[in-house]
């Protein structure tokens, strides 16, 4: 169902190095203090204006054939989505945002300073994806006490899942009206900062239960995770 | 009897949950409810009786999602539909006299720009087509609920006006803080309600009836207009698949006796809520004694998320955004840079002004659509509200259309034609109007003549039905110099305004020294003065300290900043300023010295040259004693060291350090103090591009990440802007044109953001087509401006197919234009099947290539 968080969302500066392309030289230790500052000013002020909010409903989970599956009234095909949720019965829908607070913040930095919208840019990616992790770590929590565990999630645009299933997604979650997300008509999501994902219910223990990355071909990829 | 002969007269029974109600009656999720209206017309009508035998009042049209994006086919049948069955419900219910239907009127269900795609005008006129519908069909009242965003209520309430005559009652959501989705707050959105004549306001959905009770105080306090407060019942779970509520009908009531005893005039439900709460609402609620809104007399202004009341304390309004006497800024206007506008008002926000006065007009310019332009990427970038300046009809009222919150006005007179032109756009659109106290005699003289023209002014508004409370009085500052009376007479007319009319007042305060030297010493002192004399606006450069000082300083001695935290936050390190200060000048002086002992030839890299800036910052008026006192202590030390670097030593090459570094203060002033010393072009050539030189190789091979090298265009461009003051006028030698866009579909810019950064530093001329850019639009200006370059952007693989449309066209029509394309998932594949020239995999990459095209 629907949470209005209200906790700060740990933000990891490593990642949002990361996602700044520092190659491999991530650590806080080592960089730049002026940078560094700078960093922390941000994430302030992301941490101050970001309202976040998800959604989740689970529903039964039908194989209708090789690669076609059907989650709550949504037929989706694709292969690597069908290998995610392999041996799966159930699944959540979730939608989650840190709100338009984060867009504001990289607009006004593109006018002052374009290094303060880049770092905003990577600290509210690092914060969705962490605010994801959170929902995850709940929801897994959730489904052990039924003796059951969680696939890592996994997203529209993730292998051959197509973007064009997140209309059907936010309609199903009611996510315009329940936290505020959108898509534009090129299914382009608003806020920018936002996650619509598939999670897998299953009987198996399961190593790693927050975002699937193997699956996908780009393997220079900043935000992969492995 | 029409509802609003009811309204604010007796309590108003709104109906309760649509959707969970059709639910049970078998609506799949995912279905559009308002296909029912078609082929579940008996189901749809006796949800309707169901309300209506509850006894509510009002009861809404099952039209809450209908609009032409979701129903491109049979929008009209639907809505006409919705209000038949609404029609046949209340004559079953044998309610015609006394029932209302209200036309459902709820989000569009897409973001509006700027945090989404759709834009303003564009959602006026998808609910005109709806409200149009309705109307016609026989709605007796529009109400618009279930608002997230103020910018789209907004867009409803117009349509609403524009479309038809009935009565408009809107409602917005909040969050458990009491904040909508893009940060309003009940106190914004009431002044912007307020402002477009909405007949109720309040709010529903998403919280339960306990929750909204703060928010429904908050109603009670600013609102003048009737409250509604539909909440749903309490808040959802899932159980076994279905959706459940945990406020059940007996507490929902009672808690709605709670709410209604605030002192609100109409309640209902929301999601949840189901003819059994509605009823036992009305049996509960009905026995209270009723109590109408009572008028408020707030003087308030609002922007998309905050509200400025007026009154309180001295209200702080940015005048920068004003060409007058700027040429830096008239450049801006003829060149259509907007950032540079924008940064004006970002900088005047964090000097700590209130509210930002915008004024575009200038010669040759087309005000209407740079106004509109500006206002509108003002109020993307920041929470301000804004006073739109222009005497320019058309430019007054397409800046009050789009502004999303309620505006001030500069200005109206008491002139027949002033009011004419002025009031009927405040009428429409709200605002807190300046009023000039002038007439067609002019400026009076004398404080009676000021005051009898104010009087004027607040009659002729209230023939428009504007109250008093909306308008601010102008009390004239005129210059001193030319009238030693002038300033008592301003000061005389403010005291009145206060004391005899009751009213609040606006002066432009640097007016006063003109012609005078030390302007700033008049400026702060008259403007003590006319806060003591109750001035409630002013319009000032808040960048200026003496300013600021005057201002932080009466607020402390007046008891209006709790506990000193303004006085405090902005002076605390006040005293460490002036050491600051103290101590470079020291440096100074000790470097100037050394400079006489040295031979002539080493002074050209400009360390020891003089500081001819450093008196702008906060401590510049008292710093001068204190310095003079520290120079000639341990400044022989100091200096010595700064200066006892070779050339050869990076501090000796501070600019060029600076920005390598990426310090953007730092090269700002290292570039003053080249500026002694060197030409212009010499600072550029030594000192800046080398710089960036090094900057872009360390990117290039991986020593520095993309932070470091944007840091450094940023110091460098901070360098530029002093050298482009330091040649006033002489336009700069650029490279080329370059046209810059993220491609249609697509709302993401930043990676353009970055490249237009990186080319201006290299000296390029870059025309930005902004965001979701059609590719006509690129085609059309690369031929008119004759552009070699077109860098394209797009981050989704489904916004790629728009920028191979693009090419295609580009190559058609302007083939020897050369096309390099970037974004998150571009690829040298990619690029390569598009028929892109450059794969621009980094920033860097889109300099080189045009380095390489242009020959440089």
Redesign the interface.
């Known amino acids: 169902?629907?949470k209005?968080y209200?906790k700060p969302i740990p933000i990891r500066t490593r990642e949002v190095l990361r996602y700044?392309?520092?190659?491999g030289?991530s650590d806080p230790e080592s960089t730049?203090s002026?940078?560094m500052d700078?960093i922390s000013h941000c994430e302030c002020a992301l941490q101050e204006i970001s309202?976040p909010r998800a959604i989740w409903?689970?529903?039964p989970l039908h194989v209708a054939g090789e690669g076609t599956l059907e989650i709550?009234?949504i037929c989706m095909e694709s292969q690597a989505l069908y290998k995610n949720l392999m041996g799966c019965r159930e699944a959540f829908l979730m939608a989650a945002t840190i709100?338009?607070?984060v867009?504001?913040l990289?607009?006004?930095a593109?006018?002052?300073?374009?290094?303060e919208?880049?770092?905003y840019?990577a600290a509210g990616a690092e914060m969705i994806e962490s605010y994801c992790d959170i929902i995850n770590g709940n929801l897994r929590e959730a489904v052990l006490r039924e003796g059951l565990y969680l696939r890592p999630r996994f997203s529209p645009?993730y292998g051959d899942l197509p973007?064009t299933l997140q209309p059907?997604i936010i309609?199903?979650l009611d996510a315009?009206?329940e936290i505020?997300l959108?898509?534009?008509?090129?299914?382009?999501m608003?806020?920018?900062k936002s996650v619509t994902a598939i999670i897998g219910i299953t009987r198996e223990p399961q190593k790693n239960h927050l975002k699937d990355c193997s699956t996908c071909d780009s393997t220079d990829c900043a935000f992969r995770h492995d | 009897m029409s509802i609003l002969d009811r309204l604010n007269h007796e309590w108003i029974f709104f109906d309760g949950g649509t959707g969970s109600v059709l639910q049970s009656m078998g609506l799949?999720?995912?279905e559009l409810p308002e296909t029912w209206n078609l082929t579940h017309r008996e189901e749809v009508i006796s949800l309707h009786l169901g309300y209506l035998n509850a006894g509510c009042t009002v009861f809404n049209t099952n039209t809450f999602g209908a609009n032409r994006l979701r129903f491109p086919d049979n929008l009209e049948a639907i809505v006409r539909a919705a209000v038949e069955n609404a029609t046949e419900a209340r004559k079953r219910a044998g309610r015609e006299s006394d029932a209302y239907i209200a036309l459902d009127i709820g989000?569009t269900?897409?973001?509006l720009e700027?945090?989404?795609?759709l834009p303003f005008e564009e959602t006026v006129s998808l609910y005109k087509e709806v409200i149009s519908i309705g109307a016609s069909a026989g709605a007796d009242l529009v109400l618009i609920e279930?608002m997230?965003d103020s910018y789209e209520a907004k867009a409803a309430v117009l349509a609403a006006k524009e479309a038809c005559d009935l009565p408009v009652f809107a409602t917005v959501v909040f969050?458990?803080?009491g904040?909508m989705?893009?940060?309003g707050t009940p106190e914004s959105i009431t002044a912007m309600l307020e402002g477009l004549r909405v007949d109720a306001l309040g709010v529903n959905?998403s919280l339960g009836p306990k929750e909204m009770l703060p928010i429904a105080e908050r109603f009670t306090k600013c609102s003048s207009t009737p409250i509604i407060i539909n909440p749903n019942a309490g808040i959802?779970?899932?159980v076994n698949?279905k959706t459940v509520y945990d406020v059940d009908s007996e507490l929902f009531s009672d808690i709605a006796v709670e709410l209604a005893s605030l002192g609100i005039q109409g309640i209902g439900g929301c999601c949840g809520t189901t003819p059994e709460y509605i009823q036992k609402v009305r049996d509960k609620v009905s026995r209270l004694p009723f109590r109408p809104i009572e008028r408020k007399h707030r003087t308030v202004i609002s922007s998309f998320s905050r509200c400025v009341e007026i009154g309180p304390r001295p209200v702080i309004i940015g005048e920068r955004i004003n060409p007058t006497g700027k040429k830096r800024f008239k450049e801006a206007l003829k060149t259509g840079d907007i950032?540079y506008i924008?940064?004006q008002g970002?900088a005047q926000e964090d000097a700590g002004a209130d509210v930002l006065d915008v004024n575009v007009g200038l010669p040759g310019i087309d005000e209407p659509s740079m106004m509109t332009q500006v206002v509108k990427s003002l109020q993307?970038?920041?929470a301000l509200p804004l006073q739109i300046d222009t005497s320019n009809p058309e430019a007054m009222e397409r800046a009050l259309r789009l502004y999303n919150g309620k505006a001030m006005i500069n200005s109206v007179n008491a002139k027949k034609e002033s009011c004419e032109m002025v009031f009927p756009l405040v009428r429409k659109y709200g605002g807190v109007v300046v009023g000039l106290a002038l007439d067609e005699d002019g400026i009076a003289p004398t404080a009676e003549g000021r005051i009898a023209a104010a009087k004027k002014i607040y009659a002729e508004a209230e023939k428009y039905g504007i109250p008093k409370e909306d308008i601010i009085i102008d009390g004239l500052a005129m210059t001193v110099s030319s009238d030693p009376t002038s300033a008592n007479v301003t000061l005389e007319t403010i005291r009145r305004v206060r004391d005899e009319l009751g009213g609040h007042s606006i002066l432009g305060v640097s007016n006063i020294s003109f012609g005078l030297p030390a302007r700033e010493i008049l400026n702060s002192a008259f403007f003590t003065m006319a806060m003591q004399a109750g001035l409630s606006c002013a319009i000032i450069n808040p960048n200026s300290a003496p300013m600021m000082r005057a201002f932080r300083a009466y607020l402390a001695l007046t008891g209006k900043d709790s506990n000193f935290q303004g006085f405090i936050g902005a002076y605390a390190e006040f005293k460490k300023t002036r050491e600051l200060y103290a101590a470079d000048l020291a440096r100074e002086a000790a470097a100037e010295q050394a400079l006489k002992a040295v031979p002539s030839g080493l002074a050209g890299n400009g360390t020891g040259a003089g500081h001819g800036n450093a008196g702008n910052g906060s401590a510049a008026d008292n710093g001068t004693a204190g310095g003079n006192e520290a120079a000639s202590g341990n400044a022989n030390a100091s200096g010595a060291k700064t200066f006892a670097g070779a050339a050869k030593d990076a501090a000796s090459r501070p600019l060029f350090e600076a920005i390598r570094?990426?310090?953007?203060g730092k090269a700002a002033e290292e570039t003053r103090k080249a500026l002694k010393n060197q030409a212009p072009l010499d600072v550029v050539n030594e000192n800046l591009i080398p710089a960036l030189d090094v900057v872009g190789k360390g990117f290039e091979q991986?020593t520095l990440?993309?932070?470091?090298l944007?840091?450094a265009?940023?110091a460098a461009q901070a360098s530029f802007e002093v050298i482009r003051d330091a040649m006033s006028g002489s336009p700069r030698v650029l490279k080329g044109k370059v046209i810059l866009a993220t491609v249609k579909?697509?709302?993401?810019?930043?990676g353009k953001?970055?490249v237009k950064?990186l080319l201006e530093n290299y000296g390029y001329e870059v025309l930005d087509l902004g965001r979701d850019v059609p590719p006509e639009r690129i085609v059309e200006t690369a031929i008119r401006e004759n552009v070699p370059v077109v860098g394209l952007s797009a981050?989704?693989?489904?916004?790629v197919v728009n920028m191979k449309e693009t090419i295609r066209q580009l190559r058609e029509k302007k083939p020897d234009t050369k096309i390099v394309v970037g974004g998150a998932v571009m690829t040298q594949e990619y690029a390569d099947q598009i028929g892109a020239d450059c794969y621009g995999k980094?920033a860097m990459t889109t300099v080189r290539f045009c380095d390489q095209v242009f020959g440089k």
């Open positions: 169902m629907q209005q209200d700044m392309g520092s190659r030289s730049d002026l940078l700078k309202t409903k689970r529903f709550g009234g709100g338009p607070g867009d504001l990289i607009r006004r593109s006018i002052g300073s374009i290094t919208s880049v770092i840019q645009g973007l059907e309609a199903v315009e009206r505020g959108h898509l534009t008509r090129s299914l382009v608003a806020p920018s | 799949t999720p995912g989000p269900g897409k973001l700027p945090l989404g795609d279930t997230n969050d458990e803080k904040k989705l893009t940060g959905c959802p779970r899932s698949g950032d924008l940064s970002l993307s970038v920041t570094r990426g310090v953007a991986g990440f993309l932070p470091q944007l840091m265009a940023e579909g697509d709302i993401h810019d930043i953001n970055i950064v981050l989704m693989t489904t916004t980094d």
